[in-house]
């Protein structure tokens, strides 16, 4: 039809008014997943999803932000443009690989057709010299590629890595009728692959799972799960994300599980994604199927801080990455109040007995954060702005997430804040949660019981 938007590019042009301070966003409109994080010539590079003309979810690009400490990002020109017959209607969630002295993208292409089993994802391949303009090879791992019984439509979001003599790539899968599942590649070269094997080899609880993640020298998986019913009350989002310790066997193509657990308590992460050469990690800040008040503000979605993982007794645990400094201690006997909106907290507390924190307060708005039988309890319900999900649990409705409290003799709590969120850490657990409070909240008040306990604020550098 005449007169009719033929691309994105006729969208409606945004401007952003707001931002968070240290989180990557968009230079305007709507991210989702972080993809490619690479260690590369000296610079951490974190590419995204993301829709540039528009603050809701749409044909994706690849964002692109570069950084020498983790905390200050700088935006380069958008790596990935949707649009060839390979990605027609979007370049999905990947990897990038360093080789040859080059930078290497993976990532799905998008092929929408006439949606439902007729959507088509297949592996596509992409190539730089410079680190910012990327040149695509197309179609590296397409539909006859899948074993037999394997859906076409549902075939997304490839990690590589080298090991030995070989690339080895994990794609999240779904049978004909089946749940999620996790497929095993291998190639010499980048260019042609051979099936290995279906990771698990039995569907998982989710519907669909997304965006593998391995990392083979701490020897752990991380996957996401759509639509995953909850077990006892463990996560309550409609959809999770996963770690299990264990290694993969390369002689099988198996994946040897030894222990799991949930990566994040909050309402906001999913699509953890380790950076190549580095045991640090980035997610998505935030959860699909919720509305995002900053959509006002020119922009909707941000990543997390960057978390350094490792795996102690079994378990994954991760320590946020924020370069800050001018720290400020301050002691009180039990109650403490401080002025933040953006910066790290830590409070250290010899046998704990009581503990409970607001953050982002005015009077009337706040988020709190509170110890109760052994466990963290955050509440947003009155952080600011209104953020319903389709959860439908106690929990979910009154704005609530729990978190086990290690309750050990020492207890450090660390908390991240920045203008629309807080990620809060303890023993290598977190929970991270987006808030969108009024610009005058930036009150903190604390009472904390204990032996002994001090306080510490780091302003961001
Ligand atoms: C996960 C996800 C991926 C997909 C991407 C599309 O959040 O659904 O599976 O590649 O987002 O934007």
Known sequence: ???????????????????????????????????GLIYY????????????FDTKWGPMHWGHVVSDDLTDWKYLPIALTPGDDCDKNGCFSGTAIAHDGKLWLMYTGFIENQGGDTIRQVQCLAESNDGVTFKKHGI????????????????????VWFHKDSFWCIIAARKIEGRGRILLYRSKDLFKWEYVNDLFGKDSAGAMIECPDYNEEYGYLLF??????????????????????????????????????????????????TFAGKPIFIGWLNMWDRNVPSEKYGFAGMLTVPRKLFVKNGR??????????????????????????????????????????????????YTQMTLQDGQWVLDRSKSGEVITGVEKDPDSINGIRRMPCSMEKEVTVTIVMDEFSVEIFEDGRALSATVYPPEDADGLELIVKAENWQYERADLS
């Open 224 to 273: 996401c799960e759509q639509f995953q019913p909850s077990e006892n009350g463990e996560h309550l989002n409609i959809h999770s994300c996963r770690w299990c310790i264990g290694k993969i066997d390369y002689a099988t193509g198996l994946f040897k599980e030894d222990t799991r657990g949930i990566v994040d308590y909050g309402f906001d992460m999913y699509a953890p994604q």
């Open 1 to 35: 039809m005449v007169g009719e938007p033929k691309n994105e590019r006729f969208y409606m042009t945004i401007t952003k008014i707001k931002e968070p301070a240290f989180h990557i966003t968009g230079e305007t409109g709507w991210i989702n997943d972080p993809n």
């Open 41 to 52: 010539n000296g610079q951490y590079h974190a590419f995204f999803q993301y829709h540039p």
């Open 140 to 159: 590296v791992i397409g539909e006859n590629d899948l074993p037999d019984g394997y859906a076409p439509c549902d075939f997304r979001d490839p990690k």
């Open 316 to 365: 994954l645990y991760q320590e946020p990455v924020v370069n800050c400094s001018k720290v400020h201690k301050l002691t009180a006997d039990d109650k403490l109040t401080d002025r933040i909106t953006k910066g790290v907290i830590t409070i250290k507390a010899t046998k704990l007995e009581q503990f409970a924190i607001k953050m982002r307060c005015n009077g009337v708005h």
